[in-house]
């Protein structure tokens, strides 16, 4: 699908700036964008560093073979061909790359073409995280997945929060304060959003009287289902119903 002619100026107009240096504040994110010639171009404050340098200045110009041992700039430089010659990206490469020490360590690299405003190929960018940091940032999540599971296919049912420490192999006390560590939410108000969710659903889709869309949601008591659907999202049902129904016709 062609480009409007309003959006096509928007992006003609818009500086490239701020996107650039929203790589520079990304936690634990790499960034970096080459020529074709391979030729780092760009690179963010964590980029830098882990290179080994203290100025994004002191990197433009240099290839791989002038940062990383022989084997690992053969392989970078490899991925950057293939993005080169097949304008596609490469995504989720779990690969080699320095850590802070200097020592290979496993990282997550992703690498797309860059295009200029003919639409040609003229580099590529790209990120590289930490597998070990991402592991970690996500093992939370892991140990809690199956409860988290639990709750969204049965958000209907009333909370037993001794059944859901159980599955988690917890006490129900510390079963508490990792739930909350974890989604920043308590297992009550985790289930109220699983049963909001739906009633959107059914609001947007359905003509169901709202009773009946409470109901449905898990809801036994209709003060509670208003109180808690203007809690969430700040309208009432049939606000929310007349919004989004509209929007569809």
């Avoid at 200045?57 to 061909?81: H, S, V």
């Avoid at 779990?94 to 295009?115: C, H, M, Q, R, Y």
Wanted: charged share 25%.
């Amino acid at each position: 699908m062609p480009i409007a002619p309003e959006h096509q100026a928007w992006l003609d107009a818009l500086s490239p700036g701020p996107f650039r240096h929203l790589f520079d504040h990304l936690p634990g994110t790499l960034f970096f964008a080459k020529d074709r010639l391979s030729r780092i171009m760009m690179g963010n404050p964590a980029f830098v560093a882990r290179c080994g340098f203290e100025r994004e200045e002191q990197i433009l110009g240099l290839t791989d073979d002038g940062i990383f041992p022989p084997r690992l700039a053969e392989k970078y430089r490899r991925d950057d061909r293939t993005v080169l010659q097949t304008k596609k990206p490469l995504l989720g490469m779990i690969e080699l790359f320095p850590n802070a020490e200097g020592s290979p360590e496993w990282f997550v690299t992703d690498k797309l073409p860059l295009f200029d405003r003919d639409g040609q190929v003229c580099g590529v960018c790209g990120t590289v995280r930490s597998y070990e940091e991402q592991h970690a940032a996500i093992a939370p999540y892991l140990e809690l997945a199956n409860v988290a599971e639990h709750l969204k296919r049965n958000f209907r049912d009333a909370l037993d929060a001794s059944r859901l420490a159980k599955m988690a192999g917890l006490s129900l006390r510390q079963f508490g304060r990792k739930f909350r560590s974890t989604f920043q939410s308590t297992p009550r108000d985790y289930l109220m959003r699983m049963r909001i969710l739906h009633a959107c659903s059914l609001l947007a889709e359905t003509s169901l009287p709202v009773t009946d869309v409470a109901l449905h949601s898990g809801f036994y008591d209709h003060s509670d289902f208003a109180r808690q659907f203007r809690r969430q999202l700040g309208q009432s049902a049939s606000e929310y119903r007349s919004t989004h129904q509209n929007r569809s016709n």
